[in-house]
C-alpha cells in the first residue's frame, strides 16, 4: 500500500498520553530524512526561499498521523 | 515570537518548484528531533500503540509550514 | 450559501463521544458519491495514479466538519 | 501497516487533472462506510448533534490523501 | 445549514489569482470577529496562555475555506 | 523569523478552556486584516467568485495556532 502523503518519518515512540477522545504522543525521529512542504509561490517569494538556505518545518501536532506495522 | 504548533524540524533546502500559485519544497532534515502528533485515544487503542513502539510519522505535505530567519 | 470545500457526504449520525473540550462523531454514509483530492503531482507519479485504479481515500478525522439543517 | 487515520473510502478514479506542482484526483466511492469526525464539544453542542441526526461530513479537498496497493 | 468549523470570518474578494487546478483568493475581512484555535494543552502551557495576553492566530492558507450566499 | 503561512491575525485571548491534552482558545480579533485561501479553481468557478463579492472565510478551530511574543 502506497500513500500520497509526501512524509513519512521512521522513530520510536516515547510518550503515549490519554485525553477522553484524543491522545497525544510523542516519538523520536532517529534517522534524519527529507520533508516535502507545499506552500504558495507568494510565501516563496516573500521569504526568498532557494536551495541552500537554513530553514524550519513547522508541523501543527494535529496534522500528524502514525502508522505502525 | 512562541507559536503553539509542536513541532519545528532544522534542515536545509534542497529544491524549489513553483507552480502557478502554489509551490513545493525539499528540505533535508539535519539533526533528528522529535514529533508530537494528535491522534484519536481510538487509533491508540486500534494501534496498540505504547512507548518503544516502531512507528512512521506520517504528514501530507500541503500540512507542513517553512520558516527562516 | 456554497461552500469551496469539494467534499460534502450525506449520512446519520451513530454516535457522538465528548471529551472535555472535543468530541468524535461517527456518522454512517447512505450514499455513496464522489471524493476529490489534491495531491502533489510527485503522488500521482509516484502511485502511477490514472482512470480506473482501485484506491483508498484516506481523511485523517480532525480534517472532517459537520454540516446540519 | 496500519494507520492511525480513521477514515479510508473505498473507490474508482474517475479523473486525474495535473497542474504544474499539485493535481486534483476524483474518485468515485463504491461501498458507502463510516466517517470519523473529530470536532470541538461546543460544535456538537451548537448543532444539537445527536444520534440519528441526517448530517454532512465537509472535506477540503487538500484534506484528502489517497492511498493505492 | 450550521457547519460545525468554529470560524467564518465575513470580508469582500480582493484578488482571485488562478492556477492550473488551484487558486488563491484574497479577502478583506470588515467587521473585526472572534477566532477559535484548538492546540495542545502542552502549547498552552509552553506559551503560558492566558486572558488578556495579546496574541497571533496563525493559518496556512490552504486550511482556509470560502462561502458565498 | 518569517513564515509561509500567509495568515496572522492580531488580537486578545478572551478565553482558554483546557481538556487533557487539548484546549481551546478563544481570541478577539481587534485589527481586520486580510485573509488569503487556497481552494481548487473549480470552487473558484463553481462559487462564480471575483473581486467584490461578499464571502465568508471558514476556518476548523483545529486549523488554528496561536502565537505570542
Chains 1, 2, 3, 4, 5, 6 share one sequence.
Not at 10 to 15: A, F, R, T
Amino acid at each position: 500500500m502506497k500513500i500520497s502523503a509526501r512524509n513519512s518519518l521512521k522513530g520510536k515512540v516515547e510518550e503515549v498520553k490519554e485525553g477522553v477522545v484524543t491522545a497525544t504522543i510523542k516519538m523520536k525521529i532517529e534517522t534524519p530524512g527529507e520533508i516535502t512542504a507545499t506552500i504558495t509561490k507568494e510565501a516563496v517569494e516573500d521569504l526568498g526561499l532557494k536551495v541552500g538556505d537554513e530553514v524550519m518545518a513547522i508541523i501543527k501536532s494535529s496534522e500528524v498521523m502514525i502508522a505502525k506495522k
